[in-house]
């Protein structure tokens, strides 16, 4: 079975500086996509960004980018000129191709300081 | 043009009590996913709905959880006999369809607290 490692309950980071949240993953599968999600205290989750499998080339949206490396199992996600807005829950997410759920990391608090 | 929705928003009640979730998924969207959310835990797969059909039950925690979804739109979680580990957020997702790519839309949940 899949599972999703966010190793960092909480971050921290200044305003207008960069951060980086850590996500590891487990498959056996060489075909699926990963996402990551931001869940403020409304509790809606946000798609943030999307990674196929197959391609190589990072994914990138905006201030968001995640550096994707398939070997290592690992799916980090940069958050550049970090703005207060961005506080709020981050998850990462797995999803095979052969199944309709997402798998969910336990996730990663951002605080954000001025 | 409006987003997933969930009602209740809150729901207080007590050990043994049934308890209903509606969501109300964007119009048009065929299917339907319930996750679970307990404190300090990431989101856990309940259920998949493809139109009306339950195709992935598989993280149901016990037979107290059941789900239908009626007119390829609204979807009811039943928990019956309530126990106080049921307490989490539940979250409902739509997508257009099944398509893997697909971004999952989310609701703002349900806090349910079992007493």
């Known amino acids: 079975a899949q599972t999703v490692t966010q190793s960092q309950p909480e971050m921290s980071v200044q305003e207008a500086e960069t951060v980086t949240l850590s996500c590891t993953y487990d498959?056996?599968?060489?075909?699926?996509?990963l996402f990551w999600y931001k869940q403020p205290p409304s509790r809606q989750m946000i798609l943030v960004i999307r990674?196929?499998?197959?391609?190589?080339q990072n994914a990138t949206e905006n201030r968001f980018s995640v550096n994707f490396q398939k070997a290592a199992k690992s799916f980090s996600l940069k958050i550049s000129d970090s703005q207060l807005g961005d506080a709020a829950m981050y998850f990462c997410a797995y999803r095979s191709v052969n199944t309709d759920k997402l798998i969910f990391g336990t996730g990663t608090r951002l605080q954000v300081f001025p | 043009g409006a987003g997933v929705s969930q009602s209740p928003s809150n729901k207080v009640t007590e050990k043994g009590k049934d308890v209903e979730l509606r969501c109300d998924p964007i119009s048009g969207h065929t299917a339907l996913y319930w996750y679970r959310q307990s404190l300090g835990q990431g989101l856990e797969f309940l259920i998949y709905?493809?139109?009306?059909?339950?195709?992935?039950k598989s993280g149901l925690p016990s037979d107290r959880f059941s789900a239908e979804r009626t007119g390829g739109s609204v979807s009811t979680l039943t928990i019956q006999r309530t126990q106080q580990e049921d307490s989490a957020v539940y979250l409902c997702?739509?997508?257009?369809?099944?398509?893997?790519?697909?971004?999952?839309?989310f609701g703002p949940g349900t806090r349910l607290t079992v007493l």
């Open positions: 498959t056996s599968e060489s075909d699926y996509y």
């Open positions: 709905f493809q139109g009306n059909s339950a195709p992935d």
């Open positions: 997702a739509s997508t257009p369809g099944t398509y893997i790519y697909n971004e999952q839309f």
């Open positions: 990674q196929e499998a197959y391609k190589q």
